[in-house]
């Protein structure tokens, strides 16, 4: 069978980027998708950071329809019945195109159309069911009775990657590993969103939630501005909603998240427009597939390629960034004629060079240090805790503020050998 | 809003065909937990007693894939939809 040069499995970021860094070297590349278009099968948060992939992705993220420029941070430490927030902008956010807020089914759609505009087959409404083998090599991939024989298949079919599943080169997933989102758009119009958030047109707000929002479950809940939308959700991890006791329906925290006082007067008016969930990963370095085999490699989300630090979450930049690194290395194979395991091993080897092995690796003790149960209901519940001691004046005189935080922070085990412990391992992340 | 009305707020092309197959021998011999009754975002399993089945809407199905994840007795086989059909998202 004639063989093209590549077919990528999943149009998300790192299959489009891929196939862009592919395209303008001249391969022949065929994006095969399951959706109706890119992006209707991919859910973000989110935003994207676009510094660490503005010099690889080239000429690709020219004109992106971008929703806000993101020039507001904010961070919400939710007690049960009180929080204390961070707010954070610079000059600095302000001034340089850093971070944007954005929405898949609009910008990968976007994306794959510059795309078939350098002539890329990009294929819709077609499931990748299977790989086709030479041997031990991979050698494409079929679709329905669609059969397309490539020198190399990319596995960028999302975190279920059920490819790299075949290919031998993920194993079975486990519920430690992986969070599930929930998320809902809610229309408000771009004025009041101006307003409600402290920004201009133009620009946007990031806010991440840690505590009771999830009750306790490692996780948390997010709210990015868009232009004329909100994206507002939950992350919980799926070990812990299995532990949880007693048991809490999925869904119902992304009800009782949104009917917290913080949030209702931030979406009041709104309108619900859709409501979405896609799973991530969360393993961190230690949750990274095998990267290649014999004629094939694993991009984005399928790899595992997502870094939750806590205070930052971030997948899009890694997906654009592996995607853009497993095209050079395909090229090179392609000159080499050699599209061996051996030969696409330079894939992981160029990795390590970039953020995308270097900050996972870097935060590797990431997922261990935020499996704790402190940070989702000890912390959240004290820190605003202290604040509502020193700024409530009840019945009769108040204490000193000095020594109502010294006796909080005593009585509420602050002071303690496993706190200061966990102070101590700050270091390791 | 209740969330089988949030799930009709999105677009959904229904195959006729399940794309998530339950193995009830499993779930009758091996599991205690019932996971997947409360995992789902989209709440979609749900336990009928009269047939001793677990029960799956597919229909309104997000595809997220956590239910499977979920499932550590591997009674919940799971695929996408075919191409075409299932969730598609406007937003995302």
């Known amino acids: ?429 | 809003m209740r969330i089988d009305e949030k799930l009709a707020l999105d677009a959904f092309k229904t195959d006729k065909e399940s794309h998530i197959i339950i193995r009830h021998e499993i779930c009758r011999k091996q599991c205690t937990t019932k996971q997947c009754l409360f995992v789902c975002p989209g709440h979609l399993y749900s336990y009928n007693e009269e047939l001793d089945e677990i029960v799956v809407e597919f229909a309104g199905c997000l595809e997220c894939g956590t239910c499977m994840v979920a499932c550590q007795d591997g009674a919940i086989d799971w695929a996408y939809p075919k191409g075409e059909f299932g969730v598609q998202y406007r937003y995302g």
């Open chain 1, 1 to 429: 069978m004639d063989k093209i040069d590549v077919v990528i499995a999943g149009g998300g970021l790192a299959g489009l980027a891929c196939a862009y860094r592919l395209a303008d070297k001249g391969l022949q590349v065929i994006v095969v998708e399951r959706g109706d278009f890119p992006g209707s099968k991919n859910v973000t948060g989110g935003r994207l950071y676009l510094m660490p992939v503005r010099s690889l992705a080239g000429d690709m993220l020219d004109d992106a329809p971008f929703e806000r420029k993101v020039v507001r941070e904010r961070w919400s430490l939710m007690g049960k019945g009180n929080s204390l927030n961070i707010d954070f902008t610079g000059e600095k956010f302000r001034g340089e195109g850093h971070s944007y807020t954005l929405l898949r089914a609009r910008f990968d759609r976007w994306l794959s159309e510059k795309l078939m505009g350098k002539g890329v087959f990009v294929i819709p409404k077609y499931r990748v069911d299977d790989l086709l083998w030479e041997g031990e090599s991979v050698a494409g991939i079929r679709a329905g009775s669609e059969e397309i024989a490539a020198h190399v298949v990319v596995a960028a079919d999302g975190v279920l990657s059920f490819m790299a599943e075949k290919a031998g080169l993920r194993p079975k997933m486990t519920p430690k590993n992986y969070a599930v989102g929930m998320k809902e758009v809610i229309e408000l119009s771009e004025e009041k969103i101006n307003d409600r958030f402290n920004v201009e047109s133009g620009e946007g707000c990031a806010q991440l939630f840690l505590g009771d929002v999830t009750q306790g479950i490692f996780g948390g809940g997010f709210l990015y501005t868009n232009r004329d939308t909100l994206s507002i959700g939950i992350v919980a991890g799926i070990q812990g909603l299995m532990k949880k006791a007693p048991p809490v329906e999925a869904h119902a925290l992304m009800d009782a998240f949104k009917e917290k006082y913080e949030i209702k007067r931030l979406i009041d008016g709104g309108k619900l427009v859709e409501y979405s969930a896609h799973i991530i990963p969360e393993g961190g370095y230690n949750g990274i597939s095998k990267l290649y085999g014999n004629g094939i490699v694993v991009v984005g989300d399928a790899a595992g390629f997502a870094l939750n630090m806590g205070v930052t979450v971030r997948g899009m930049e890694f997906a654009i960034a592996s995607g853009t690194i497993a095209a050079d290395t395909i090229v090179a194979a392609k000159e080499a004629n050699d599209f061996t395991a051996k030969a696409l091993s330079d894939y992981e080897r160029r990795l390590q060079e970039t953020f995308v092995m270097r900050d996972l690796a870097a935060c590797r003790e990431m997922p261990e240090f935020l499996d704790n149960e402190s940070f989702f209901s000890y912390y959240p519940d004290n820190f605003p805790g202290f604040l509502e001691k020193i700024m409530w004046f009840g019945d009769g005189p108040k204490e000193k503020i000095g020594a109502t935080l010294w006796k909080e922070m005593k009585g509420s085990g602050m002071l303690s050998f496993k706190r200061l412990k966990e102070l101590y391992n700050i270091r390791k992340i």
